[in-house]
């Protein structure tokens, strides 16, 4: 039988806030441990959180963003249940009334564009982090994190393959960054993933039992994580056996997931709303302000960069994985309308050379400038596309403008025709045996006539010329 998995995520990500949620503690990440508390967010008895209206903005952004439909009205709950890093007891979250709900974000599949469902999004705090130590039977704990804005954003389970929910996550991901309120850095934890997997025979409609995998801190794991969920259910399944509810922990050095604990229910919790605070009303016109600020998303400016600039919409995916390089690559085209040219250059070059040295884009030595300045060059034939790629290499070096690069180097193509045809008679002297071969027909032996005016200008002399010249003197 052939099964078919159902997989739905849960993201929480952290709002770039300066402060926490509920408490004017800062939100600075690797502090020394528990300097950023105080009795709210260490959760003393008759203090009162006051909601930070900045984690609202932001996750009305987000809200909007993936065409959910924000409350008027809504409420924080608390989460009751018991851990050292949760000092209240209670995780202030919001339950039956979310900030925001039935939303969508696109993803890019091989069978095409495809819709995937956002349950809902809502607003909650941190817990603190425990910090075991390696060595004795001892672990220690850190409030600097508890308080913490969170948003959680839990999926339709729309997607049916590991590479859908990385394609969703990365989008959800890139969506956040754009709108400058989270970070998205998984190693730090502050995009993070919870994966709902099941399996059920394809071809039918009811979803098999599901189990909820946890501590995956990279898209690679989510992805190897997922793959191996779904091996482990459908041989499970093959033999007769059946799948438990529950939630697995990744295990990244063993390429496995293991079984943490069995999956709570939401009644375990006991949620009920925070008494504390009020509920969260959101009026129309203060929503119209937020939208507004927005800026043109991933997915859109993707769409308008294949249509304006006809580049393949590989590229314009690449190009639009952030802000800051979709507005270098645009800055370039303007200054050299040939789309593509660019996009090669940037998405070959310059992204491989600031991978190899982790930069970012915002840290690029090469200015749009020098690009299409250089890109200029090439176009006007002073310099080969070979030649090119040592211009640009000094560019990444140094900062330095193309054209004192290539007039320090002396790396101007040499197009000088009298120059050119003057050499290239003298290597017909020299190499009789090859003239009297291409005159008879070895045609094959031009290669050799370039490869030589190559040797003796050290790769500079213009190709075409070149070609031109030895094919008029063999006649
Ligand atoms: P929780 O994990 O907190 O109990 P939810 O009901 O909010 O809560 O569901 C969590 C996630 O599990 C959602 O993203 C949902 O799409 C997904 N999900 C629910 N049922 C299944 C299933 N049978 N298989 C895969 N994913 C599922
Ligand atoms: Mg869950
Ligand atoms: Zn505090």
């Not at 009305?60 to 949760?86: E, G, H, V």
């Not at 000094?394 to 900062?399: A, F, K, R």
């Amino acid at each position: 039988m052939e099964y078919e998995p159902v997989i739905g995520l849960e993201v929480h990500a952290q709002m770039l806030t300066s402060s926490k949620i509920f408490c004017g503690c800062s939100t600075q990440f690797g502090a020394e441990p528990n300097s950023l508390t105080c009795q709210v967010c260490l959760g003393m008895p008759g203090v009162l959180p006051v909601l930070n209206k900045k984690v609202v903005e932001y996750a009305t952004k987000m809200a909007l963003a993936t065409d959910c439909a924000i409350a008027p009205y809504s409420q924080f709950a608390r989460k009751n249940y018991f851990y050292p890093d949760l000092p209240k007891g209670y995780q202030i979250s919001q339950y039956e009334l979310p900030l925001a709900e039935h939303g969508r974000v696109e993803i890019d599949t091989d069978a095409g564009p495809k819709q995937i469902g956002i349950t809902r999004i809502h607003m909650e705090e941190d817990a603190g982090k425990l910090v075991h130590d390696d060595y004795n039977p001892k672990s220690y704990v850190d409030f600097n994190r508890t308080g913490t804005p969170l948003i959680e954003i839990v999926s339709e389970p729309d997607m049916r393959s590991s590479e859908e929910a990385a394609a969703y996550l990365k989008i959800l991901r890139d969506i956040l960054v754009y709108l400058e309120i989270c970070d998205g850095n998984m190693q730090e934890g502050s995009f993070r993933c919870d994966a709902n997997v099941s399996l059920r025979p394809a071809g039918t409609e009811p979803f098999g039992t599901r189990a909820e995998l946890k501590n995956m801190n990279s898209f690679r794991n989510v992805q190897r994580a997922i793959e191996y969920e779904i091996r482990r259910q459908r041989a499970l399944l093959e033999d007769g056996q059946e799948v438990v509810q529950e939630t697995r922990l990744w295990d990244a050095a063993k390429n496995v997931t293991v079984s943490m604990r069995s999956k709570e229910e939401s009644h375990d919790y006991r949620y009920f709303p925070d008494p504390d605070l009020v509920p969260i009303v959101i009026d129309q016109a203060w929503i119209s302000r937020i939208e507004q600020t927005l800026p043109e998303l991933p997915t859109p400016k993707k769409k308008r960069f294949v249509d304006q600039y006809g580049i393949p919409v590989y590229d314009a995916g690449v190009l639009t994985s952030s802000r800051t390089l979709a507005d270098y690559f645009e800055r370039c085209v303007d200054l050299f309308p040939e789309a593509k040219t660019v996009s090669n250059w940037v998405m070959g070059e310059l992204l491989r050379e600031l991978k190899n040295d982790e930069r970012e884009i915002e840290q690029c030595p090469v200015t749009p400038e020098n690009l299409a300045e250089m890109l200029t060059l090439i176009k006007n034939g002073v310099i080969s596309g070979k030649i090119a790629k040592t211009v640009f290499e000094e560019m990444y070096q140094t900062g330095d403008a193309p054209k004192s690069i290539v007039a320090k180097k002396g790396l101007a193509q040499v197009s000088d025709e009298g120059h050119l045809a003057q050499m290239v008679e003298q290597i017909i002297a020299e190499h009789p045996k090859e003239a009297t071969g291409y005159k008879a027909g070895k045609t094959k032996l031009l290669g050799f006539f370039v490869g030589e005016v190559m040797k003796k200008t050290k790769g500079q002399a213009n190709p075409s010329l070149v070609n031109q010249i030895i094919k008029d003197k063999l006649g």
